[in-house]
């Protein structure tokens, strides 16, 4: 392991239970990530989405994809301390369910990053198969 969620809190400002992402096994900064997310039962959402059959809400698997994804952007030392705001995503494809006891596995490419903006291409897996994959789209704030 790379990083635990602990050393993710330092570079990401979210914390729980909206910080996602668990640990972080590979990275190349600025450029490539990838993350593990261990989908618990206990996870808040899973209350009301949906008690009789338990899944991870397709938009928390895209924001999953995107903190890690923020994580690589973010370790880049002329990004330290910023924030990374969504401004889009695109072409987000949901291929297989996320439940309790998964671990979903996160790739996040960045193809485009400028010193205020940038774009990636992310997929999330459940071992072998693809869960989801959308382009993602972010501005840092001032």
């Known amino acids: 392991m790379l990083m635990d969620k602990e050393q ?14 668990d640990e972080i096994v590979e990275m190349e900064p600025g450029k490539t990530v990838t993350a593990i997310k261990h989908v618990s039962a206990d996870e808040y959402y ?12 397709g938009v928390l698997i895209v924001e999953t994809i995107a903190q890690a994804g923020a994580v690589a952007a973010l370790s880049l030392p002329e990004n330290k301390g910023k924030i990374a705001f969504f401004s889009g995503i695109r072409n987000a494809k949901f291929r297989h369910k996320v439940v309790p006891g998964d671990d979903l596995r996160l790739e996040v490419e960045l193809v485009h990053l400028r010193s205020r903006a940038g ?14 994959e959308c382009e ?5 704030d001032a």
């Open 119 to 132: 774009k990636g291409v992310g997929r999330a897996y459940v071992g072998d198969q693809l869960a989801c």
């Open 8 to 21: 993710i809190k330092e570079i990401l400002p979210h914390r729980d239970p909206f910080l996602l992402i």
């Open 46 to 57: 899973f209350k009301g989405h949906f008690p009789q059959e338990p899944v991870m809400p």
């Open 136 to 140: 993602i789209s972010f501005m840092f």
